[in-house]
T-cell receptor
Framework: AQKVTQAQTEISVVEKEDVTLDCVYE???????LFWYKQPPSGELVFLIR??????QNEISGRYSWNFQKSTSSFNFTITASQVVDSAVYFC?????????????FGSGTQLTVLP | KAGVTQTPRYLIKTRGQQVTLSCSPI?????VSWYQQTPGQGLQFLFE???????NKGNFPGRFSGRQFSNSRSEMNVSTLELGDSALYLC????????????FGPGTRLLVL
């Protein structure tokens, strides 16, 4: 069975601080996909990044960066120089590598509050 | 391209009633998945439809059902509503390939009284 753990329930930082959101996953599959989504108060899940299990290269997109380490089954997300608009709930998710089992298994989410 | 749309956005029902929620996927997408989000259980997968066929189903009772039409629009139905069915129901669309990104709609907030 697949499992995603986001141990940080809530994080509060002051604007311009860097913040890292942790994600640890469990799966027996050799092919799998990892995702991060952002959920603002409006409720819609906004896609941020997708990674497959064969690509451990870290990625940077503006102030966002992701660190994927298969050795520790982790896929952590860092926001550099946080802004108030980054306040939201962030979800890490995992899916299997077969079309018949595409459902996303989500972590419990991390509520990030960025204070001005 | 227009995003995923869901109707209605808000709904209030009473116990025992039934409800139908609608989801229109992104143009060209053939897969629609439904998720339930509650404070206690988090985000849980309900089912996925691909080319009008249910391809996968989560661990929910038979009161939860769905269907998909030839234009890929999908509906989900919950019969005999219970208080615990109060939740945000999210649908997501994609082309239907393994590991592909799913794009979510704004959700329908259902309150059961």
């Amino acid at each position: 069975a697949q499992k995603v753990t986001q141990a940080q329930t809530e994080i509060s930082v002051v604007e311009k601080e860097d913040v890292t959101l942790d994600c640890v996953y469990e799966t027996r599959d050799t092919t799998y996909y990892l995702f991060w989504y952002k959920q603002p108060p409006s409720g819609e899940l906004v896609f941020l990044i997708r990674r497959n299990s064969f690509d451990e290269q870290n990625e940077i997109s503006g102030r966002y960066s992701w660190n994927f380490q298969k050795s520790t089954s982790s896929f952590n997300f860092t926001i550099t120089a946080s802004q108030v608009v980054d306040s939201a709930v962030y979800f890490c998710a995992l899916s299997e590598g077969v079309a018949s089992a595409r459902q996303l298994t989500f972590g419990s989410g991390t509520q990030l509050t960025v204070l001005p | 391209k227009a995003g995923v749309t869901q109707t209605p956005r808000y709904l209030i029902k009473t116990r025992g009633q039934q409800v139908t929620l609608s989801c229109s996927p992104i143009s060209g997408h053939r897969s629609v998945s439904w998720y339930q989000q509650t404070p206690g259980q988090g985000l849980q997968f309900l089912f996925e439809y691909f080319s009008e066929t249910q391809r996968n189903k989560g661990n929910f009772p038979g009161r939860f059902s769905g269907r998909q039409f030839s234009n890929s629009r999908s509906e989900m139905n919950v019969s005999t509503l219970e208080l615990g069915d109060s939740a945000l129901y999210l649908c997501a669309s994609s082309y239907g390939l393994a590991g592909e990104t799913q794009y979510f709609g704004p959700g329908t907030r259902l309150l059961v009284l």
